[in-house]
């Protein structure tokens, strides 16, 4: 029986990347729902190709807009909108396995309805775990969700560790994440400050979507990944640390107890741990070009010091303030990053003063121990508006 996918965010670089590994597998896979923020023409297209049951839209006005376009078309798709239709076809009955790749805190609602539901929940919204932290795990233990992670650096650490869980923490030594170190590795730092959002959104080696360009700009997005790796893995924060390996080909590596070092490589191509996700514990063709060690150029590795942090990469340390803080602080870390990225896109704020944001939100947000969805919401919503409030300051001067 063929195995029925929904896509959360289907139009982005990861959900069109799950289409084209699910196209290769046609026999062993069929997509049930696909879900869009705004890309109307995109899924309009997604839909004709791959005939889902459902597609969604984030609000009503763009649902109403490819619900005219679907009948148009005579496609048999029934489009809904709205964050209750992202939690039907995250937990519908009928859905097998669900991408999870709606960027920012929007994510958490269906990865929550996915992991209740008891789903084989694929993780590329690395805000679920950041945001949701242990009401997000819990959901996915009371439900018996599988939850495999998606981002190329906890795919590596995952295919990296030995199959069975309960001996993670008595052989694990370290985790280390690599990091590419963006656009602005070797750039004068005095020069950061006048950073444009084009600039920031060239990343050298993947083809990523806006927002997390930036943040790979900044650094946050490694941030972001190892608050996800204490929670996917279970180790402790001074047992997470990373490298700058500006090639991208070892994606990242666990050290063991004995100082035995198990690396995964490959091309930088999403796909690979895609259809890693997809087939698990199986493999199946990815598309990715085959790495060529013949051809492979050298491979190397940089402190994060090396080149100038504090003044380059400072946000990447509230990785570690957040974790050792109050429960809920990863919380406040990401909202201020959203709603800071989102100002330095629209040129409110200069890209130095993204961390700037970051920085006075979490001194101005204390958070109480979440436990819940609901609590969750709250924090995130008070969050934005402390950082929305820094913005306006910042813009103002």
Partial sequence: MKQNITILGSTGSIG????????????????????????????????????????????????????????????PVEVLWGPAALDLVSSHPDVHAVMAAIV??????PCLAAAHAGKRLLLANKEALVVGGDVFLNAVKKGGA???????????????????????SDRIDQIILTASGGPFRTRAVETLRNVTPEEACAHPNWVMGRKISVDSATMMNKALEVIEARYLFGVSPDQLNVVIHP????????????????????????????????SWPERITSGAQTLDFHNLKPMTFEAIDDHGHPDRFPGLQLAWHALKAVSGTCA?????????VEAFLNKQIRFDQIHHVNTETLANVTPQSPQSLQDLLHLDADSRRQASQSVLRMAAT
């Fill in 332 to 340: 406040v870390l990401n909202a201020a990053n959203e709603i800071a």
């Fill in 146 to 168: 599988i939850l495999l992670p998606i981002d190329s650096e906890h795919s590596a650490v995952f295919q990296s560790l030995p199959e069975n869980p309960a001996t993670w």
């Fill in 247 to 278: 090639q991208s080909i070892i994606h990242s590596m666990v050290k063991y107890k004995d100082t035995s070092v198990v690396a995964q490589l490959g091309t930088p191509d999403m796909r690979v741990p895609i259809a890693y996700g997809l």
């Fill in 104 to 109: 920012g805190a929007a994510g958490l609602s």
């Fill in 16 to 75: 069109t990347n799950t289409l084209d590994v699910l196209s290769r597998h046609s026999d062993r896979f069929q997509v049930f729902a696909l879900t869009a923020a705004k890309q109307v023409d995109l899924i309009l297209a997604q839909c004709a190709q791959f005939k889902p049951q459902f597609a969604v839209m984030a609000n009503e006005d763009a649902g109403r807009k490819l619900a005219d376009r679907v009948k148009a078309e005579g496609l």
